[in-house]
T-cell receptor, first 110, second 114 residues
Framework: EDQVTQSPEALRLQEGESSSLNCSYTVSGLRGLFWYRQDPGKGPEFLFTLYSAGEEKEKERLKATLTKKESFLHITAPKPEDSATYLCAVQKGGSYIPTFGRGTSLIVHP | GAGVSQSPSNKVTEKGKDVELRCDPISGHTALYWYRQSLGQGLEFLIYFQGNSAPDKSGLPSDRFSAERTGGSVSTLTIQRTQQEDSAVYLC????????????FGSGTRLTVV
């Protein structure tokens, strides 16, 4: 059974304090790993798709990396507006249905 | 429209009543998904539609849940004889094609069964 585990469940940072969120997964034949951001009362907003180990993608202060067992979402010098829940999802080959983790709730204090 | 539209945004219903939730995907998006999100839980897949193909209903939790998509566009999720455990946020997402992983989600319908 595909499993996606995100850690930590919650993270509090001071503005400018860089950190990383973790997404570990077990899936046979990874087709893709996705990161989403979700603000309260809204649907998830797509950030990145990673397809193979060693791949990296960046967007503003966010950088996502992928290994064969986990992905990291690095947040560099975060700002309060980066506060949100970050969701990770994996999709295995032959399936069109991503499996989501429970997310990491990030709060960045000014 | 510019995004995925869901209605109503909030729904309070009495236990045992039927409810219908609506999703208007982005025009031209052929793939449509329904997910359910409960407090502290991840997104739970319910059903997906791709073009005119038969929908994948493998995530529907019981036969009280059904969904249809008319004309390859608007979708309706129906929950019959609602139970308290059905309380959750129901999210709809669409994408250009099943292989396009950048799903666009709506803001969801918050369903409360009392």
């Amino acid at each position: 059974e595909d499993q996606v585990t995100q850690s930590p469940e919650a993270l509090r940072l001071q503005e400018g304090e860089s950190s990383s969120l973790n997404c570990s997964y077990t899936v046979s034949g990874l087709r893709g790993l996705f990161w989403y951001r979700q603000d309260p009362g809204k649907g998830p907003e797509f950030l990145f798709t990673l397809y193979s180990a060693g791949e990296e993608k960046e967007k503003e202060r966010l950088k996502a990396t992928l290994t064969k067992k986990e992905s990291f979402l690095h947040i560099t010098a975060p700002k309060p507006e980066d506060s949100a829940t970050y969701l990770c999802a994996v999709q295995k080959g032959g399936s069109y249905i991503p499996t989501f983790g429970r997310g990491t709730s990030l709060i960045v204090h000014p | 429209g510019a995004g995925v539209s869901q209605s109503p945004s909030n729904k309070v219903t009495e236990k045992g009543k039927d409810v219908e939730l609506r999703c208007d995907p982005i025009s031209g998006h052929t793939a449509l998904y329904w997910y359910r999100q409960s407090l502290g839980q991840g997104l739970e897949f319910l059903i997906y539609f791709q073009g005119n193909s038969a929908p994948d209903k493998s995530g529907l939790p019981s036969d009280r849940f059904s969904a249809e998509r008319t004309g390859g566009s608007v979708s309706t999720l129906t929950i019959q004889r609602t139970q308290q455990e059905d309380s959750a946020v129901y999210l709809c997402a669409s994408s250009l094609a099943v292989t396009d992983y950048g799903y666009t989600f709506g803001s969801g319908t918050r369903l409360t069964v009392v």
